[in-house]
């Protein structure tokens, strides 16, 4: 008979080879669907980064996300941007308080470029793309261009 700690094992043996990526699989132990996903930093989360990152700069203060821009705040991917190491939460009792870390600065700058995707599995990183991406290959249009006018 299995362990837990066996099928827990096997569990993360095979999301790391990225069973879990394609089809989702099933717990030995409680029958929860297991299933890997690969997060991207997409056109939204690009722009809510450069605004935080601004409003960051600005103020150099923590920002309260609900306060935001109604494109910002719809966003609501604040957790997959902290998964990439870009943002990070002020804690449990400053519910929608965000605030960029050296390297979400860095990206939303342009001075430096993230993996393409992580590959979470139960809520943990457990795979990094190889290939990397700046923050204008993560956005529909220069944003650049669009502040000018």
């Known amino acids: 008979m299995e362990t837990v700690a066996d099928a827990k094992a096997r569990i993360q043996e095979t999301a790391e080879s990225g069973g879990y990526d394609k089809k989702p699989g099933s717990c030995p132990c409680c029958n929860r669907v297991l299933k890997a996903y690969r997060r991207r930093i997409d056109s939204g989360m690009a722009l809510s980064l450069r605004w935080l990152s601004s409003e960051f700069t600005r103020t150099n203060r923590w920002a309260y996300v609900p306060d935001a821009p109604p494109q910002v705040v719809k966003n609501r991917s604040w957790d997959k941007l902290e998964l990439h190491g870009l943002v990070e939460r002020r804690g449990p009792d400053f519910a929608g308080e965000w605030r960029p870390t050296k390297d979400g600065l860095d990206f939303a700058s342009g001075e430096t470029e993230v993996a393409e995707w ?26 650049e261009e669009l502040l000018r006018g």
Do not use: Q, R, S, T
């Not at 590959?119 to 220069?142: S, T, Y």
């Open 118 to 143: 992580a590959l979470v599995f139960l809520g943990e990183v457990i795979k990094w793309a190889e290939n990397f991406v700046g923050i204008e290959d993560c956005l529909p249009f220069n944003y």
